[in-house]
């Protein structure tokens, strides 16, 4: 198969509504839609392969890919799109992966972002950085912003990025946009040059290493304004961050001059919400005044935080308040803004007050971990207190919380574990307050079902008792864990437990549960 049938390929992928191609020595062309899909019959050669690497990049690149082995580039399908490729060898066969990049900018609106963000498209000059974990949409936001800038100043903007993610159309600004590798060998090499193409605005596309830090404060210094990115998680991290990236003896100038640049911190976190739909972003932000400028300069960088949640009237805000406003909208559910946030006691506090939303019953993927003190009862899942746990089943301490098995005694449609650890006096009784928290991974069923029922049944004394849900919950099966939050029904709210039961699917026949907690 030639280049020129592989690139039809792309096109027939791309139709059919891929979002990635793979194209593996000895497989025909796959397409990921949510699964794997056939684009073509015949298995691909190492040279066919090579010939689609050869035909898609520069000689720079080519270069690139030789030394490192692997390569990231774009690259533009006249009249189709541009496209990201991921170059790399595996096993010792050559592999890229196509993944369309659409060239629609969106707006500030449809990204859900603060309005406080839009003032920083007016500044003139210094260090403005968008951080976040990898896919959180940190390029998305700088985009959004220069975007801005281009709609409102007449300015020219010059982007450093490995590569280009987003193709501007120069409407009141001038462009320049280098892709290392195609328009420039190393990123070090063009942030060296940014002051010297007289740039009035920069997006440096990563701050990976120290040297790209210095050059981007030393072009801040210049008098441009610069925009880059970072793998942090909070303000208070990238700031650390920043200064860690510095020897000690340099510590002490780099602070003053972070103190000095540095303009602005956004931390952001793309949540899905309550509905499923799509995801919306939550965002912590920091604009740098007087008060931030001392706590760096005099390395009290913990105390940020304070300033974040008094200083609303300057458009800042933490992480934790712009959780619990989407919370309060019924745009995320609880699980979601309690596993992004601190987790500290007052936002656990004031999250309870919440209106629920789909019944006070939210999940969400993975182990969500609290701080013990947290908790009113935090279930003791070790070796030495299982005993005081009882079962339809067989059940196993493991590393990561408790394993049940199905012996085939159970009679009845739900099988049960009870955890009597209050009644056999380890524990003091408590009284109920505002969440249940529970995590599982299902390992084996008897049959396979889109969902299997979960409840949870609470105990006061062995007359009283009560589900905490009006219907039954949905497990699901695909291989990784999940957290259930369930938030307490008010009328529920301070009754005394002296032991709780959960109840699940008699067609699950492994299931490991772990951090069970009541908030």
Not at 31 to 38: A, V
Not at 168 to 193: H, M, N, V, W, Y
Not at 446 to 469: G, M, Q
Request: net charge neutral; hydrophobic share 40%.
């Amino acid at each position: 198969m030639k280049r020129t049938g592989i690139l039809n390929v792309v096109k027939r992928g791309v139709h059919q509504g891929v979002q990635s191609v793979f194209f593996f020595e000895g497989f025909p062309p796959l397409g990921s839609d949510g699964g794997i899909t056939r684009l073509s019959k015949e298995p691909l050669t190492k040279s066919e392969i090579f010939e689609l690497l050869q035909g898609t990049t520069t000689e720079m690149q080519l270069e690139r890919f030789t030394r490192d082995n692997e390569l990231d580039y774009t690259y533009e399908m006249g009249g189709f799109g541009r496209f990201r490729m991921c170059a790399f060898i595996r096993r010792g066969s050559l592999g890229i992966v196509v993944r369309p990049v659409s060239d629609a900018l969106p707006s500030f609106e449809e990204l859900g972002l603060p309005d406080s963000m839009k003032e920083f498209a007016k500044y003139r000059s210094g260090l403005i950085l968008v951080t976040g974990p990898s896919a959180s949409g940190k390029s998305t936001t700088v985009a959004a912003l220069i975007e801005l800038i281009n709609r409102e100043r007449l300015c020219h903007i010059v982007t450093v990025e490995d590569p280009i993610e987003f193709v501007f159309t120069p409407k009141r600004s001038i462009f320049s946009q280098r892709e290392i590798g195609r328009d420039t060998q190393t990123f070090a090499g063009a942030l060296k040059r940014i002051v010297r193409e007289d740039a009035d605005v920069a997006f440096v596309g990563e701050i990976r290493e120290r040297e790209s830090m210095k050059a981007a404060l030393e072009i801040a210094e210049t008098g441009a304004l610069v925009f880059s990115t970072m793998h942090t998680l909070n303000v208070a991290q990238t700031i650390n961050r920043i200064i860690d990236f510095f020897p000690d003896h340099e510590k002490n100038t780099a602070r003053t001059q972070v103190a000095n640049v540095l303009k602005a911190v956004v931390s952001q976190r793309l949540i899905m919400k309550a509905d499923a739909t799509c995801c919306v972003c939550a965002c912590e932000v920091m604009k740098v005044n007087p008060a931030i400028k001392s706590l760096i300069r005099e390395d009290k960088i913990h105390q940020i935080v304070t300033i974040l949640d008094t200083a609303k009237s300057e458009g800042m805000t933490s992480l934790d308040e712009s959780l619990r406003m989407l919370s309060r909208q019924g745009m995320i559910d609880v699980a979601q803004a309690i596993a992004h946030s601190s987790r500290s006691s007052k936002f656990i506090e004031d999250i309870a007050e919440v209106k629920p939303t789909k019944d006070g019953i939210s999940t969400t993927k993975g182990i969500m971990t609290l701080e013990k003190d947290l908790a009113v009862y935090q279930a003791d899942l070790s070796v030495t207190n299982l005993s005081s746990f009882d079962a339809s089943g067989r059940l196993f301490s493991t590393p990561v919380g408790f394993l049940f098995r199905d012996t085939g005694a159970l009679k009845g449609p739900y099988h049960f574990v009870a955890d009597y650890t209050i009644l056999n006096g380890k524990e003091e009784s408590f009284r109920l307050k505002s969440f249940l928290n529970i995590s599982y991974k299902i390992l084996e069923t008897k049959i396979e079902k889109p969902a299997y029922a979960f409840k949870v049944r609470v105990f006061e004394d062995s007359k009283n008792d009560y589900e905490l849900t009006e219907r039954p919950l949905d497990l699901i099966k695909d291989g990784n864990w999940h957290t259930i939050t369930i938030q307490i029904p008010q009328a529920y709210t301070q009754r005394t437990v002296k032991f709780y039961m959960l109840q699940f699917d008699g067609d699950i026949k492994e299931i490991s549960f772990d951090n069970i907690f009541f908030l």
